[in-house]
């Protein structure tokens, strides 16, 4: 069954550190690249951040800085450290496979003091 399974958001104050997962199954991984979205409340779904199969990465220039993404392929999963939050990074993230057209049911990330 292909799969993508995002996990790791909560309530953090502002300042604070949230670290997400995103798993995949059912279709290869290793030479693809991955991708973190995220939507805000009434606003468009965007892109976040990029890891390429090389391990090349790109940001979302609000997150530079804040943000890392990695992925362990041995486990077929992509993670988003996510460091110096602010409210303005509330939205539910989602992870994003090529392959994969149908989007996971994210994982809600809400800072607030």
């Known amino acids: 069954q292909v799969q993508l399974v995002e996990s790791g958001g909560g309530l953090v104050q502002p300042g604070g550190s949230l670290s997400l997962s995103c798993t995949v199954s059912?279709?290869?991984?290793?030479?693809?690249?991955m991708y973190w979205y995220r939507q805000a409340p009434g606003k468009q779904r965007e892109w976040v951040a990029t890891i390429t199969k090389g391990d090349s990465t790109a940001y979302i220039d609000s997150v530079k800085g804040r943000f890392t993404i990695s992925r362990d392929n041995a486990k077929s999963a992509i993670f988003l450290q996510m460091n110096s939050l602010k409210p303005e990074d509330t939205a539910v993230y989602y992870c994003?496979?090529?392959?994969?057209?149908?989007w996971g049911q994210g994982t809600q990330v809400t800072v607030s003091s």
């Open positions: 059912g279709t290869p991984f290793t030479n693809y690249n």
């Open positions: 994003k496979h090529p392959l994969i057209d149908n």
